[in-house]
Every structure is written in C-alpha cells, then in structure tokens.
C-alpha cells in the first residue's frame, strides 16, 4: 500500500489542474493541509523531446512531498519512455496517468479521458508505463466515471487499471460530457471503491469538511481529491482536516488574511519566473486573482479592476484600498 494510506490515513489530495496547480500554487496548499500533491499534466512526447516548457510542469520542491507527475497520451510504449526521464530528473513520489481530461485538444489527441472509449488502448498504456517504471515509483491513474451517461463504465476501467499494475485511482465522479457542469455521482465512485483492492480516491464537488466527511463515512473511498474549491479557497484543506478530526467548523478566514495570500500568491509567481517577467507574470495571475475574490464584498468591481492587474505594486494597491474601504468607520486599521 502506498505510504500515505497507511495506518488509517485517509489523504486530502491536492487535484491536477492546468494553468492552477503550479510549483507556487501547491506550496500554498501544502502549507494549508493538502496531503498530497500531483502536478499539472504533461505531454509524454514533450518530455522526450526534452521540451522546456514541458519540463518546467514537472517541477516541484521537496517539502511538497509526496508528490506525483501526471503524464498524458496514448502510446504506452513513449509514455513509459517519458516516465522513466521524469524518475531520471526529478524521483517524483509517483507517477499519475491521465485518463480523465475532458479538455478537447487533450481529447483529440487521444489522450485523456477518450481512452474510457477504448479499454484495450487504455489497457496498453497503464502497463506499459507501470512495466517501464518497474519497482522505481508507483503507477497510479485518473479516471471520470465514463465517456457520457450512455457508457458509464468506471467501475470496470478501475478492475483493468489494477490489473494492469496501477496502485491507487482517482475517479472524478462526472462524465468527459458532463465536463464540470452538473453534478458528481458518487454513486459509482462507490462502487469503484468496493470494486477494487487498490485505494480509490474521490473527487468531485467537495466544498467543505462537511462534504468530505460525508463521502468518507458513506463510501469505501480511501481519501479525496479536492480541485476547483482549492482554488478559490485553499484554506478548504485546513478546515477540512480540522472538521474531520473535531467535527468542528473553522470560522471563515477574515478578509485580512486572504489579502495577505494573495499578495503573497503574486509574489512568488513572479519570482519563480514560471511566466517570465513581473508584467508577463500579473497578467498570468488575472484569472486566478478573480477567482480569489469571489464572494468578496464588492467583488463586481473588485473583479473589474482586477482584470487589468499588470504589476506587484497594483495588487496591493487594491488590496489596501479594498481593505481601508470596508473597515471605514471601524476603527480597526487597514491590515494587508
């Protein structure tokens, strides 16, 4: 059994999402309670061709441990090729096969989520990766429950995985079709759970430690995979593990200390170079700092200016202004 399901462990992972899960954004949630971290995925045929821009997705710090590097594609063979590359630079935790992206030009490359299409070329993949990799890593997987509503058929792509060597799978409890509208079946996420042996980990629409604890008593997942909320809120992992543990609720975190993050966030993205210069870097951050202040008090205009954010000095510009306009009259000082 992998490490961190040992001993009752039950994970709070940290999901794979492009253009989010970054080396800076997972030292966030690392530092919040995320258990265990995978990175964006990368193309196998860029990590043979030694592409930088690919490269730079594997990248990751050792306090990030255990962490795993996701690769893509359809030909076994190169993908188990890659793999092994990727032990050579970085000795990642595990490797993490991506069979669940719905995005389209993932799709039509054969890749992702368009080989729940095709069991014997999805077959072919985990093996040969998980034949590559040998006794260096673990192989693990992620899945959604099916192509559309038509094929669901999770609970037997997980019984070929663990054939085929993987160690654990992660299933997102949507279709390739459904993409992230809707809403997860937990259902046969459940019952891939009590398919397998291996851990099957959960993931789709876990908001709050409530959600979690409710997926966890009422299904044989042996942790989860949270994404879209982290990324908006990446104190979930904190609150989570704190209900788990407690049954008690965290107050929400005060505006103060998501202004300090975000400040924060835009620092280390421009100086981790990921984007190139502090300009090129803001304008990266835009979509991510919209998503950030969701739900703040006067966040339609709040995101209107936002969306021309183009340096360090900007943001906290804003940050200031926002927090000297909500504690007016207070008498509490502006705190960033």
Request: glycine share 8%; proline share 5%.
């Amino acid at each position: 059994m992998l490490p961190w399901f040992q001993n009752g462990a039950f994970p709070l992972y940290l999901a794979p999402m492009a253009g989010v899960t970054d080396v800076v954004f997972r030292s966030i949630c690392k530092r919040l309670g995320a258990d265990v971290m995978v990175t964006e995925f990368v193309s196998s045929e860029g990590i043979i061709r030694q592409d930088e821009r690919t490269r730079k997705y594997t990248e990751f710090t050792d306090d990030q441990r255990p962490v795993g590097v996701q690769l893509f594609g359809a030909d076994g063979k190169r993908m188990g090729e890659a793999a092994r590359k990727i032990i050579d630079w970085k000795q990642p935790d595990f490797i993490d096969i991506n069979f669940g992206c719905p995005v389209n030009k993932v799709v039509s490359r054969n890749g992702g989520s368009s080989l729940l299409k095709d069991c014997s070329v999805l077959a072919s993949v985990a093996s040969e990766v998980a034949r590559a990799v040998g006794e260096q890593v673990p192989v693990t997987a992620k899945i959604r429950i099916g192509w559309d509503s038509q094929s669901i058929n999770a609970p037997e792509i997980c019984t070929i995985l663990e054939n085929c060597g993987m160690q654990a799978i992660s299933v997102h409890g949507r279709t390739r079709s459904q993409g992230y509208g809707g809403e997860a079946n937990w259902d046969v996420i459940d019952e891939c759970s009590r398919r397998i042996a291996i851990p099957v980990i959960g993931n789709g629409d876990l908001n709050s430690g409530q959600d979690i604890r409710k997926r966890r008593e009422s299904t044989g997942v042996s942790g989860v995979m949270i994404g879209r909320s982290a990324m908006q809120n990446p104190w979930i992992f904190r609150e989570a593990r704190h209900y788990l543990q407690t049954g008690e609720q965290l107050p929400p975190v005060p505006i103060t200390e998501r202004w300090r993050l975000i400040v924060s966030h835009c620092r280390l993205a421009i100086a981790s170079n990921r984007y190139g210069n502090e300009r090129q870097s803001m304008l990266a951050m835009r979509s991510r700092l919209m998503t950030y202040c969701k739900g703040f008090p006067g966040a339609k205009p709040l995101r209107r200016r936002l969306s021309t954010i183009a340096s360090l000095m900007e943001i906290e510009e804003v940050a200031a202004e926002h927090m000297e306009h909500l504690q007016a009259g207070s008498g509490k000082p502006a705190a960033i």
